[in-house]
């Protein structure tokens, strides 16, 4: 049980981490705007607690911009039906094996403007969530089985971006454009090529 929940914590989190500082480093008129926010409310002290952080809206539509291009776990867990099901025009038999494709619905052109651009303004003032209610965006599924880690992988994923942001400099060993956004797939996404870049402390 411990290293079911080891296994379905750490890959999945860490995963995140990276595809965020990678579309940051892509990005950075968004890594800009992410210091500035990161930098005015940590403050001088250099503390980062939980209270702080929750005040990161940038930083929040950051990662969930992120969660919604680079899912870590695309097809869910495969779900079986108990008994059968109506959903909309389909019946689906009982004892029959659901794959949830999340990946594509949170890259479909029906629910999301220009859905391939990284583009955290879309998550900015609406209350669109990753609690399983917003069905375009349910990177931690919906429902009875949802991720019970959940609220443990947004505060791990939050205050590792926000302290990776405001205390170092970051470097890339070669231009922007050559960074490959390739990912593979296996027990879950991740990317194909590991993120390469050098961190300098602030002084
Ligand atoms: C960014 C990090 C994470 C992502 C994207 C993620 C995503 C998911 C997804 C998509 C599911 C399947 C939900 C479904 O099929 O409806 C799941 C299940 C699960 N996750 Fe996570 N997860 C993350 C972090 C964690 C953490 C930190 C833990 C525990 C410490 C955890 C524990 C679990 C467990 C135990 C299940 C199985 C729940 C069940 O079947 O009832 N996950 N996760």
């Not at 005015?40 to 930083?59: C, M, R, S, V």
């Not at 992988?153 to 970051?170: G, I, K, N, Q």
């Not at 050559?178 to 590991?194: K, Q, S, V, Y």
């Given at each position: 049980?411990?290293?079911?929940?080891?296994?379905?914590?750490?890959?999945?989190?860490?995963?995140?981490?990276?595809?965020?500082?990678?579309?940051?480093?892509?990005?950075?008129?968004?890594?800009?705007?992410?210091?500035?926010?990161?930098?005015?409310?940590?403050?001088?002290?250099?503390?980062?607690?939980?209270?702080?952080?929750?005040?990161?809206?940038?930083?929040?539509?950051?990662?969930?911009?992120?969660?919604?291009?680079?899912?870590?776990?695309?097809?869910?867990?495969?779900?079986k039906?108990?008994?059968?099901?109506?959903?909309?025009?389909y019946?689906?038999?009982?004892?029959t094996?659901?794959?949830?494709?999340?990946?594509s619905?949170?890259?479909?052109?029906?629910?999301?403007?220009?859905?391939?651009?990284?583009?955290?303004?879309?998550?900015?003032?609406?209350?669109?969530?990753?609690?399983?209610?917003?069905?375009?965006?349910i990177?931690?599924?919906?429902?009875?089985?949802?991720?019970?880690?959940?609220?443990?992988?947004?505060?791990?994923?939050s205050?590792?971006?926000?302290?990776?942001?405001?205390?170092?400099?970051?470097?890339?060993?070669?231009?922007?454009?050559?960074?490959?956004?390739?990912d593979?797939f296996?027990?879950?996404?991740?990317?194909?090529?590991?993120?390469l870049?050098?961190?300098?402390?602030?002084?």
């Amino acid at each position: 049980m411990s290293y079911g929940l080891f296994l379905a914590g750490t890959e999945t989190s860490s995963n995140t981490i990276e595809w965020a500082m990678t579309e940051l480093l892509l990005n950075p008129d968004i890594f800009s705007k992410v210091r500035e926010e990161v930098s005015t409310t940590i403050g001088q002290d250099g503390k980062i607690h939980e209270a702080k952080i929750l005040k990161l809206p940038y930083l929040h539509a950051v990662i969930k911009e992120t969660m919604r291009l680079h899912l870590s776990v695309p097809l869910l867990v495969p779900h079986k039906t108990e008994t059968e099901v109506k959903l909309g025009q389909y019946v689906v038999p009982k004892d029959t094996q659901v794959l949830v494709n999340a990946w594509s619905i949170a890259r479909d052109p029906r629910y999301w403007d220009n859905p391939l651009k990284f583009n955290p303004e879309r998550f900015l003032g609406n209350e669109i969530d990753y609690k399983g209610k917003h069905f375009e965006f349910i990177p931690f599924g919906s429902g009875r089985r949802i991720c019970p880690g959940a609220p443990l992988a947004h505060r791990v994923v939050s205050l590792m971006v926000t302290s990776f942001v405001y205390h170092f400099e970051w470097k890339l060993p070669h231009d922007r454009e050559e960074i490959d956004m390739n990912d593979i797939f296996g027990l879950t996404l991740l990317r194909a090529t590991p993120l390469l870049a050098t961190a300098i402390p602030f002084k």
